[in-house]
């Protein structure tokens, strides 16, 4: 009994979040209504919003979602990357979690990058907050964020090879790590 | 020598500087006062901090992607070791965040379990901030109550999960196990008696002079700015947001008890030490509703294949062997999905981060830990403060190096 209900509940999920779900939320809409050539895809899953940006826009968008009336998204709760692997293009994904103070509504951005061209606008003149979350992605999965004031290694050393989250960094690296 | 003028007041903007006048010194990472092994490398015009860079990265452990390695039941006993001060804020996180992938509900008892020891928890963290911010700016008397008060609540989180510093008591699905007998009996115990210690503390520091002068008008950021550089958690409410994730977007219930968001506005040193020494009363509040809330009933949610069986139903029932032979050997599969679950630690905004592709491992587990964020405020609070002034500014973030590192 118990168990297919866990099957039920599974299977309920994979519905969900396979893509484009049945109904955007209010906010997707509203932002496709607003600006119908930022919108690339909506994402509504486990109910959380995410919106597919492309690179280009992402800083204006970032702009316009952090004053514009009805979003006031002017809190950057987090910025990271995620590496889908070598084998994946696009390679990279970018997620930007946006938060209001005012009406307490969360969205996610997503910028999808190719491997061969590893480079997004920085958001820090947005938000500056975004200042150490880009060095880390930058530390760990060698994104290149443009615009940047100081864009250096932040958890690894400055003399580090490699990019320690992308899927292909073997778990030990590469060789131990000396500080010769 | 030449300085870079990026993000210095006007009065500083010199570009070339004889060596004379300005001197560059590095705090840290052995430095008692940097909470573990942070440096600071500090610009300095006499005693004026002309610039402060934070330089992190001494206990990065790879976490992140010792994650990608370990099945989601194995995470859990990683981000114990995140922000070592408040493990089970940590593990609440990181479960809520898979069971929401998985769907699971929770049981009504575990969810008041989970409140109840997380708001110990917090209490918990706040002494260490006091004691050890107390001690930073030179009042050692205090370091020595607060450990005596932090101690019986390890005490009851040993006597809950078997670990003091990192008690894994969270599971997916519930809890590890349902609380011991007495346990309630020994809550009420400290709960009696903890209002005393924290007017005990009150006297030593609220109406401290010396106190007064080190943290008034020290480390201030406006609202705006606090916002602008995302600074969460009582920081954040110590510039006069009344943001707090519990009430904002609520988890485990904490929508139905009753407890009072603290802010300040002063938004330096002082008025953040204020909004926590208020916090903990607003956490024995909680902790008192949650007490008056447990039921009998079951920590672990009905999902079989997820949630470890009971040892005494493995010894009479086959199916509930094979379930934990495959839970254990192979783990189990979580949909492919990605969620981002923010918790109100007891430094901030705690948020974890969770990308499935399918499979017993995450593909992608990010902590959005708040001392990373807090702390990169460090240099424009710090702007034109005294040297002796970072140490009470970094104690005021109450930052933890296992979380910034990771």
Same mark, same amino acid.
């Given at each position: 009994?118990?168990?297919?209900?866990?099957?039920?509940? +599974?299977?309920?999920?994979?519905?969900?979040?396979?893509?484009?779900?049945?109904?955007?939320?209010?906010?997707?809409?509203?932002?496709?209504?607003?600006?119908?050539?930022?919108?690339?895809?909506?994402? /509504?899953?486990?109910?959380?919003?995410?919106? #597919?940006?492309?690179?280009?826009?992402?800083?204006?968008?970032?702009?316009?979602? +952090? *004053?514009?009336?009805? =979003?006031?998204?002017?809190?950057?709760?987090?910025?990271?990357?995620?590496?889908?692997?070598?084998?994946?293009?696009?390679?990279?994904?970018?997620?930007?979690?946006?938060?209001?103070?005012?009406?307490?509504?969360?969205? !996610?951005?997503?910028?999808?990058?190719?491997?061969?061209?590893?480079?997004?606008?920085?958001? *820090?003149?947005?938000?500056? *907050?975004?200042?150490?979350?880009?060095?880390?992605?930058?530390?760990?999965?060698?994104? #290149?964020?443009?615009?940047?004031?100081?864009?250096?290694?932040?958890?690894? $050393?400055?003399?580090?090879?490699?990019?320690?989250?992308?899927?292909?960094?073997?778990?030990?690296?590469?060789?131990?790590?000396?500080?010769? | 020598?030449?300085?870079? %003028?990026?993000?210095?007041?006007?009065?500083? /903007?010199?570009?070339?500087?004889?060596?004379? %006048?300005?001197?560059?010194?590095? @705090?840290?990472?052995?430095?008692?006062?940097?909470?573990?092994?942070?440096?600071?490398?500090?610009?300095?015009?006499?005693?004026?901090?002309?610039?402060?860079?934070?330089?992190?990265?001494?206990?990065?452990?790879? @976490?992140? +992607?010792?994650?990608?390695?370990?099945?989601?039941?194995?995470?859990?006993?990683?981000?114990? !070791?995140?922000?070592?001060?408040?493990?089970?804020?940590?593990?609440?996180?990181?479960?809520?965040?898979?069971?929401?992938?998985?769907?699971?509900?929770?049981?009504?008892?575990?969810?008041?379990?989970?409140?109840?020891?997380?708001?110990?928890?917090?209490?918990?963290?706040?002494?260490?901030?006091?004691? %050890?911010?107390?001690?930073?700016?030179?009042?050692?008397?205090?370091?020595?109550?607060?450990?005596?008060?932090?101690?019986?609540?390890?005490?009851?989180? /040993?006597?809950?999960?078997?670990?003091?510093? %990192?008690?894994?008591?969270? !599971?997916?699905?519930?809890?590890?196990?349902?609380?011991?007998?007495? &346990? /309630?009996?020994?809550? +009420?115990?400290?709960?009696?008696? =903890?209002?005393?210690?924290?007017?005990? &503390?009150?006297?030593?520091?609220?109406?401290?002079?010396?106190?007064?002068?080190?943290?008034?008008?020290?480390?201030?950021?406006?609202?705006?700015?606090?916002?602008?550089?995302?600074?969460?958690?009582?920081?954040?409410?110590?510039?006069?947001?009344?943001?707090?994730? !519990?009430?904002?977007?609520?988890?485990?219930?904490?929508?139905?008890?009753?407890?009072?968001?603290? *802010?300040?506005?002063?938004?330096?040193?002082?008025?953040?030490?204020?909004?926590?020494?208020?916090?903990?009363?607003?956490?024995?509040?909680?902790?008192?509703?949650?007490?008056?809330?447990?039921?009998?009933?079951?920590?672990?949610?009905?999902?079989?294949?997820?949630?470890?069986?009971?040892?005494?139903? @493995?010894?009479?029932?086959?199916?509930?062997?094979?379930?934990?032979?495959?839970?254990?050997?192979?783990? =189990?599969?979580?949909?492919?999905?990605?969620?981002?679950?923010?918790?109100?630690?007891?430094?901030?905004?705690?948020?974890?981060?969770?990308?499935?592709?399918?499979?017993?491992? $995450?593909?992608?587990?990010? =902590?959005?830990?708040?001392?990373?964020?807090?702390?990169?405020?460090?240099?424009?609070?710090?702007?034109?403060?005294?040297?002796?002034?970072?140490?009470?500014?970094?104690?005021?973030?109450?930052?933890?190096?296992?979380?910034?590192?990771?």
């Amino acid at each position: 009994m118990s168990e297919q209900k866990q099957e039920q509940s +599974k299977s309920d999920s994979q519905s969900i979040s396979s893509e484009q779900g049945p109904a955007p939320s209010p906010l997707a809409a509203a932002l496709q209504h607003e600006h119908p050539e930022w919108v690339k895809q909506t994402i /509504e899953a486990l109910g959380e919003t995410t919106i #597919v940006v492309s690179r280009e826009d992402i800083v204006a968008a970032c702009g316009f979602l +952090k *004053t514009a009336e009805g =979003f006031e998204f002017d809190f950057l709760a987090d910025l990271c990357g995620f590496d889908r692997g070598p084998e994946e293009e696009p390679r990279f994904e970018v997620n930007y979690h946006l938060f209001s103070t005012r009406n307490y509504r969360r969205l !996610r951005l997503k910028v999808l990058l190719n491997e061969d061209d590893v480079r997004v606008p920085s958001v *820090t003149g947005v938000w500056r *907050t975004a200042n150490w979350h880009e060095r880390e992605t930058y530390d760990l999965f060698g994104v #290149v964020f443009e615009g940047h004031p100081d864009l250096r290694r932040i958890l690894l $050393p400055d003399d580090w090879q490699g990019h320690a989250l992308r899927k292909d960094f073997p778990l030990r690296g590469y060789e131990p790590y000396s500080l010769e | 020598m030449s300085v870079s %003028t990026t993000n210095l007041p006007p009065q500083f /903007e010199i570009v070339d500087q004889p060596l004379d %006048t300005q001197m560059t010194i590095s @705090m840290g990472p052995q430095h008692p006062s940097t909470h573990g092994v942070l440096r600071l490398e500090l610009v300095l015009d006499g005693e004026m901090v002309v610039r402060c860079t934070p330089d992190i990265g001494y206990l990065h452990t790879g @976490m992140e +992607k010792l994650f990608e390695y370990r099945k989601y039941q194995q995470g859990i006993v990683i981000t114990d !070791r995140m922000d070592y001060l408040n493990p089970l804020g940590n593990n609440l996180a990181y479960v809520m965040a898979v069971e929401k992938l998985l769907q699971i509900e929770i049981p009504e008892r575990a969810q008041v379990i989970r409140v109840l020891t997380c708001e110990l928890q917090r209490i918990a963290s706040h002494l260490v901030w006091l004691g %050890t911010h107390a001690l930073d700016i030179g009042a050692m008397t205090v370091f020595f109550y607060c450990f005596r008060e932090r101690e019986k609540i390890l005490n009851l989180i /040993e006597a809950a999960s078997g670990g003091r510093l %990192t008690p894994s008591y969270f !599971r997916i699905g519930g809890l590890m196990m349902d609380l011991p007998a007495g &346990f /309630e009996r020994r809550v +009420k115990q400290f709960l009696d008696e =903890f209002p005393k210690a924290l007017a005990e &503390f009150h006297k030593l520091l609220s109406g401290n002079r010396i106190f007064q002068k080190r943290t008034q008008n020290v480390g201030y950021i406006s609202a705006a700015d606090a916002i602008d550089w995302g600074l969460s958690g009582p920081s954040l409410r110590g510039s006069g947001i009344a943001l707090d994730i !519990r009430r904002a977007n609520p988890y485990t219930g904490y929508e139905t008890y009753d407890f009072e968001i603290i *802010t300040e506005t002063d938004g330096d040193v002082w008025a953040r030490y204020l909004v926590r020494m208020r916090e903990m009363s607003e956490s024995h509040k909680i902790v008192q509703q949650a007490l008056s809330r447990l039921r009998p009933g079951p920590v672990k949610a009905d999902a079989p294949k997820v949630v470890l069986p009971d040892r005494e139903a @493995m010894k009479r029932h086959m199916d509930a062997l094979i379930h934990h032979f495959l839970i254990v050997a192979e783990g =189990f599969d979580v949909p492919a999905g990605e969620v981002y679950q923010p918790i109100e630690a007891s430094k901030g905004e705690l948020g974890v981060y969770i990308k499935s592709t399918g499979g017993p491992k $995450p593909a992608r587990v990010h =902590f959005r830990g708040p001392s990373f964020v807090n702390l990169s405020a460090l240099p424009h609070m710090s702007r034109g403060a005294m040297v002796a002034d970072i140490v009470a500014i970094i104690g005021s973030l109450d930052i933890v190096l296992g979380e910034i590192d990771r």
